[in-house]
């Protein structure tokens, strides 16, 4: 089991969902978590309950589009913590329409959140990474990017994380910094529950209808993605870089 003691993570999206899930996750193996997220109460949330379980985190209320909110969300963390090792950039959100509705706003929301902040985050995070001589970006892309009825916008940007994210494994490589995307398949969150909504059915359904497609007969829960953060977050995990890993249950191979 990875041991992130000294290190320090910080989670983009970390109030809710898999973002919650990855924070609570990183600091129960011993990282120093900076929960960033557009809804601070959200965030103060989540850090308090890991503070309660003995663990270190602090929270931020940042848009991750935002280049102030998100320099000052940096700034903050390495000012509590005294540096910065991981990131993980988890932030998103849907605006789920076909083409011929999508507006503008719809795109641009999308592409803004997921692949802005992405770079935003990385920008600033790599700084102090690059001097430490030493970093693990992982970025949360979708199964999505495969494409998806009414997600052009999202799957656009999912797609784009994964680029970025190989780029960044090249650019970043020589200075110690390895860089990773995760692609998941269904997880139960309030955002899958929303996109259930926007097809015409429910959370409940959409678990069954994937569990009996599956292999591994079960739909996927936020613990499924953090796992696999972990992974690539380890200091083990220096000749991993570049990767998109599809967790999925295996939804794909039929």
């Known amino acids: 089991m990875p041991d992130f003691a ?5 989670v983009t999206g970390g109030g809710q969902g898999i ?4 924070s609570r996750h ?3 193996l011993g990282a120093s978590v900076a929960v960033i997220d557009r809804d601070g109460d959200n965030a103060k949330a989540v850090a308090a309950e890991i503070a309660a379980s003995g663990g270190a985190a602090a929270a931020f209320s940042a848009d991750v589009s935002s280049r102030q909110d998100m320099r000052a969300a940096i700034d903050g963390t390495v000012d509590v913590f005294g540096g910065l090792h991981i990131l993980v950039n988890n932030a998103g959100v849907i605006r789920d329409n076909l083409l011929f509705r999508m507006t503008d706003d719809d795109w641009s929301t999308v592409m803004d959140v997921h692949l802005r902040g992405a ?3 990385s920008q600033l995070a790599q700084r102090h990474m690059v001097e430490a001589k030493y970093g693990r970006i992982v970025c949360m892309s979708s199964a999505s990017a495969l494409g998806n009825r009414g997600q052009a916008n999202y799957a656009a940007a999912k797609a784009g994380v994964q680029g970025f994210t190989k780029t960044l494994a090249i650019e970043l490589g020589p200075f110690g910094i390895t860089a990773n995307a995760i692609a998941p398949g269904f997880i139960e969150t ?3 529950a929303a996109t259930a909504m926007r097809i015409g059915t429910t959370i409940d359904d959409m678990r069954r209808t994937v569990a009996a497609a599956a292999p591994v007969r079960r739909g996927g829960v936020p613990a499924d993605i953090a796992n696999a953060v972990a992974f690539f977050a380890a200091e083990e995990s220096g000749y991993v870089t570049g990767q998109v890993l599809y967790i999925d249950g295996g ?3 039929v």
């Open 6 to 10: 000294q290190k320090v993570a910080v």
């Open 19 to 22: 973002g919650a899930e990855v």
């Open 26 to 28: 990183l600091a129960a």
């Open 251 to 253: 939804y794909g191979l």
């Open 119 to 121: 770079f935003i985050a």
């Open 190 to 192: 309030t955002m899958t």
